[in-house]
């Protein structure tokens, strides 16, 4: 009974899509990155607008592309469809090259994919309003409104039209309320009154904006919901709306952060990516950044100057001034300073890891050590093992790279090359300083180093010689 209630309510629910404009160059980035692919907060700006329209219920989000639409495309294959438009005519026209999208039923949100900071309740806001509207525009209040386009409101309140700032009358340049470029419609009327868009403007482009008129005189419903928060739809036009970008969403992430309970000794030098996710009792130092889907468990601190991407840190861990990348440590670790570990990692529990290591594509088992100058590249190594400093797996020949294991209990002295493929057995030792080029068994001990010889008294001659011909040569 319960279940077809709510199927009957689902039913009644329009579908919700989205087309995200993301075709233009961005010339005022000056760059030859399309300007929707530069960074806030370590993820491309279209590809955060994307999530959070699928987080306010988007089924199908389709993304316009044309400038440099391969890099686009690649980089958000799989959280979208995709829609070609070359040339790039404009907003209006951008928007129907949606193709796929035209004879859907529902409401589609239309946002320009230069305004990264734009919240998942707005979006949901959007939808919501547009069950009672067919079009509706966000707009904001902006006490310098710069090149943004105005809204120009009927004597009743009602909008009557959205003015391109290139088109404004000096008069309408005095209109503080803009368009952010965010719109809701039903999808049906968007395709029907997008074709009657024309380019009779100052910069002879398609502008979505005109809809707003082509839509009151077909005799439908255009709304305007006006948001309070200008940094919310801030839109992205150069490396300067960049930087403000970020600070907001940095600040969004940080303070929704720390009402959790991370502690943050200065927020401002904490840089910190959409996924990245906290246990209890974290505590970052300042110039941490932890960007991709990084996860820190509880009671974990991450000590100044530290990279992490995707990496997933375990509890009670202390990473120090190191830089971590698609790799896991786990509880009860002390890493680095200067540390680097690298493609797929897994430190075990109870490590101790650093001064000055490089671990690629290493399995290191519990309780083992590695505490300084080390770089150990596709190895397995097992627990209670102790790698003396500046040992070197030496795994690469030119062409191709070998696995090196080193198995419990085994001490690798100081200043080893272990020479891959090779494994080190149980409890096994090399001696320091040694080369080691085949296995070495369980329990045994391997020395590969020319057997020392002292010449008697030749070290104080050899020093005596050497100071009288410093001082004759100063005479
Ligand atoms: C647009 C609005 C303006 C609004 C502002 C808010 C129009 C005509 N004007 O101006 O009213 O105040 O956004 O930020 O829409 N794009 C395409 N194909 C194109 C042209 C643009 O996909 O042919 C994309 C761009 O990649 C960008 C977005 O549309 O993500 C907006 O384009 P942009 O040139 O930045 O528009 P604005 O001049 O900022
Ligand atoms: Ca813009």
Redesign the pocket.
């Known amino acids: 009974m319960i279940d077809s209630i709510i199927s009957i309510v689902e039913a009644y629910e329009p579908m919700r899509n989205a087309i ?7 010339t005022r980035m000056h760059s030859d990155v ?3 692919l530069h960074e806030v907060c370590g993820v491309p700006m ?1 590809e955060l607008i994307v999530n959070t329209l699928k987080q306010a219920g988007a089924e199908r989000v389709v993304t ?4 440099g639409h391969e890099m686009v495309e690649s980089r958000l294959e799989g959280q979208c469809e995709f829609a070609l ?1 070359e ?8 928007v129907m090259q949606a193709k796929q999208l035209e004879g859907e039923s529902g409401i589609t949100v239309v946002v ?4 990264p900071c734009i919240r998942q309740e707005t979006f949901e806001k959007l939808f919501l309003s547009c069950e009672e509207a067919d079009m509706v525009v966000l707009t904001v209040k902006l006490e310098d409104p710069k ?4 809204i120009v409101r009927e004597k009743d309140g009602s909008v009557q039209k ?1 003015v ?2 290139k088109d404004c009358s000096e008069e309408e340049k005095t209109i503080k309320e ?4 965010i719109y809701a419609f039903k999808n049906e009327l968007l395709f029907t009154h997008g074709k009657e868009i024309k380019n009779d403007n100052a ?1 002879q ?5 005109d809809l707003v008129e082509l839509f009151k005189q077909a005799g439908h419903v255009v709304q305007a919901v006006e948001i309070e928060d200008p940094f919310e ?1 801030q ?1 992205v ?1 150069d490396n300067v709306e960049l930087a403000k970008a970020n600070a907001t969403m940095r600040k969004r992430i940080n303070e929704s952060w720390m009402r959790k309970g991370v502690t943050m000794v200065n927020p401002d030098a904490t840089y910190i990516g959409p996924y990245v996710t906290f246990g209890k009792d974290v505590v970052l130092h300042p110039n941490v950044y932890l960007y991709g889907k990084t996860s820190i468990k509880d009671g974990t601190t991450i000590l100044p100057q530290s990279y992490l991407d995707n990496a997933i840190i375990g509890s009670r861990t202390i990473i120090n001034a190191s830089e971590i990348t698609d790799s896991e440590v786990k509880d009860d670790c002390k890493i680095g300073p200067y540390t680097h570990f690298r493609n797929g990692c897994i430190v075990e529990d109870k490590n101790r890891v650093g001064n000055f290591v490089e671990f690629k594509n290493v399995h290191f088992g519990v309780d083992s050590r590695c505490a300084h100058l080390t770089y150990l590249g596709d190895s397995d190594v097992g627990s209670k093992v102790n790698i003396g400093c500046g040992v070197i797996t030496v795994n690469y020949d030119g062409a191709n790279k070998y696995h090196t294991t080193i198995k419990d209990g085994a001490f690798v002295g100081s200043n080893s090359n272990l020479i891959a493929p090779v494994t080190i057995g149980e409890n096994a030792v090399v001696a320091a300083g040694s080369t080691a080029t085949i296995d070495v068994p369980d329990g045994d001990m391997a020395i590969s180093r020319v057997r020392q010889e002292n010449k008697e008294g030749y070290g104080k001659f050899y020093l005596e010689r050497n100071r009288k011909k410093k001082a004759e040569s100063k005479k």
Not at 64 to 67: A, E, M, N, S
Not at 87 to 94: C, F, K, M, R, S
Not at 147 to 150: D, H, I, P
Request: aromatic fraction near 10%; charged fraction near 10%; glycine fraction near 18%.
């Open positions: 995200v404009l993301a075709a233009g160059k961005g399309p300007k929707v279209v316009v592309t044309g400038f438009q040339p790039q005519l404009g907003t209006g026209h951008a320009n994919g230069d305004v090149a943004y386009g105005r959205i391109e700032y803009i368009n952010t470029g910069q482009e398609y502008y979505i904006t739809v839109g036009n």
